[in-house]
């Protein structure tokens, strides 16, 4: 790893609470060796200034975009300061800096180009609820057709991709809660993808923003995305 450029984008709303544990748990394991970039998506609190007081980069976007218009800009400046490796990495304190090096193997040693973290590879690791459980599984099973590989945490935001998928998710990255549609896209383009087991936590700090009324039309527009994806052309 030490011959790649390796950048941790932190996608953040509102994570003032979470933020200064997320940003030392990597720099514990990995500083100096992989620069941290937190995208501030619009937040209402102190989120911009913490990452700046604590001297990581920090994207200050003029209004919140939602997660999807976070990572592309995260993904934009990756691919002009030509990292070889962009990492996702939540601001919320449930991802683990120490299972970084699974996410980064497989594509160091150029197996694939994007790996997803997966919280439900181990059995019984990651408890979430029925609501969510049931999106999850939904989206994987469909997905796992789509995509012809067992999908088993297609809503992971704990994810690695290298030059080439930053290159394509600068020019083309789906809104609001992009992650399972992500994967459609890269399937069409060709990219090769792979899941390894990771341990993640509870989050943090901060409040989800996925009620269970949200889980429900998250979950119909997301299919519906993905159906839109399966026939309109990639670049």
Known sequence: MHDMRVLIIIPAYNEEASLP?????????????????????????????????????VLDLPFNLGIGGAMQAGFQYAAIHRY????????????????????LQPIIDETV???IGSRFLTRGAYQSSACRSFGIWIFSFILS?????TVTDSTSGFRAA??????FFSRMYPEDYPEPEALV??????????????????????????TALR????????????????????R
């Open 162 to 167: 290298n030059r080439d998928v930053v290159a």
């Open 21 to 57: 544990g997320v940003i030392r748990d990597i720099r514990e394991h990995f500083a100096p060796a992989i620069d941290i970039l937190v995208v501030n998506d619009g937040s209402r609190d102190q989120t911009s200034r913490i990452a700046k007081n604590v001297g990581v980069r």
């Open 145 to 149: 057709r789509i995509l012809g590989m």
């Open 185 to 210: 896209l890269l399937h069409k383009a060709g990219f090769r993808m792979q899941e390894v087991p990771v341990s993640m936590r509870e989050r943090t700090g901060g409040k989800s923003s996925i």
């Open 113 to 115: 180009d994007m790996v």
């Open 84 to 103: 070889d490796i962009a990492v996702q990495f939540d601001g919320d304190g449930q991802h683990i800096a120490s299972e970084i090096p699974a996410l």
């Open 215 to 234: 889980s429900v039309y998250y979950m119909t527009k997301v299919l519906l995305a993905i159906l839109i994806d399966l026939i309109k052309k990639v």
